[in-house]
């Protein structure tokens, strides 16, 4: 059987505040792959183990298996030769060198699909996503909703008392908001709605 021959790879990047859907989007994007018959390898960082050590965990709880690492050049230690499609969950907190992995894979063929934070609690670029967002073939940006005003929300606002720039948390460390409604400094959580929609 012909197996048309694939040159280059690219690199894509959903980036967006917290709650906003960047590892439901990762994860989707994985499973089309998988459904596609491509070879697809999952890798973030060791230090989010908020939800699970191992696995990519959405905040609706959807799930995918993945390799933890310490620091973005392991991918190539775990890398199969292979590999056609990598995910790279939580890019913002490897370091600089995650943008020249991403480059290299691409380079190779490779199809690299990362999700990230594009600003701090204090809404400044959280770095190195400004670089990868610069080299990125495709990028795409996602809003959560302000739980504050229900407008888009493109700001992370952090609840606990901190100032260093990597606090690992979810929902009670961390809510969605607007520019308008965004502080720069830790607050307290914006009151539950009280409405009984769900079970
Ligand atoms: N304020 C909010 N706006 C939108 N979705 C929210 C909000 N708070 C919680 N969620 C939930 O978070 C999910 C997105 O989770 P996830 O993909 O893990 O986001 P991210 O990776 O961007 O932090 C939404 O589908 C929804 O179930
Ligand atoms: C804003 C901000 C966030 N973090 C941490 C909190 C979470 O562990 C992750 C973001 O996860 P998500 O999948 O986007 O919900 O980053 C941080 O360390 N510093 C910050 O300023
Ligand atoms: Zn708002």
Redesign the pocket.
């Known amino acids: 059987m012909h197996q048309f021959p694939k040159d280059i790879g690219w690199i894509e990047v959903i980036c ?1 505040s ?8 990762l994860i989707r994007r994985v499973k089309r792959a998988v459904y596609g018959k491509q070879r697809v390898q999952v890798f973030k960082p060791k230090v989010d183990d908020r939800y699970d050590e191992t696995q990519v965990v ?3 709880q959807l799930k995918l298996t993945s390799t933890p690492i310490e620091r973005a050049e392991e991918i190539f230690y775990h890398l199969s030769p292979d590999t056609q499609v990598v995910g790279i969950d939580e890019v913002q907190f490897f370091g600089p060198e995650v943008v020249q992995v991403c480059e290299a894979l691409a380079y190779r063929g490779v199809r690299v699909i990362c ?1 990230g934070l594009d600003q701090d609690y204090q809404g400044r670029p959280f770095e190195p996503m400004p670089q990868l967002l610069a080299v990125a073939e495709y990028v795409t940006k ?1 809003l ?2 302000c ?1 504050v005003c229900g407008n888009p ?1 493109n700001r992370s606002q952090r609840l606990v008392s901190s100032e260093a720039r990597v606090v690992v948390g979810a ?1 009670g460390a961390y ?2 908001r607007c520019r308008r409604c965004h502080l720069g400094e830790p607050t307290e959580a914006t009151p539950p709605q009280t409405m009984e929609l769900f079970d």
């Open positions: 967006g917290m709650f906003s859907g960047k590892t439901e989007e959405s905040h609706s999700a996602q959560a909703i739980v929300a929902a809510e969605a």
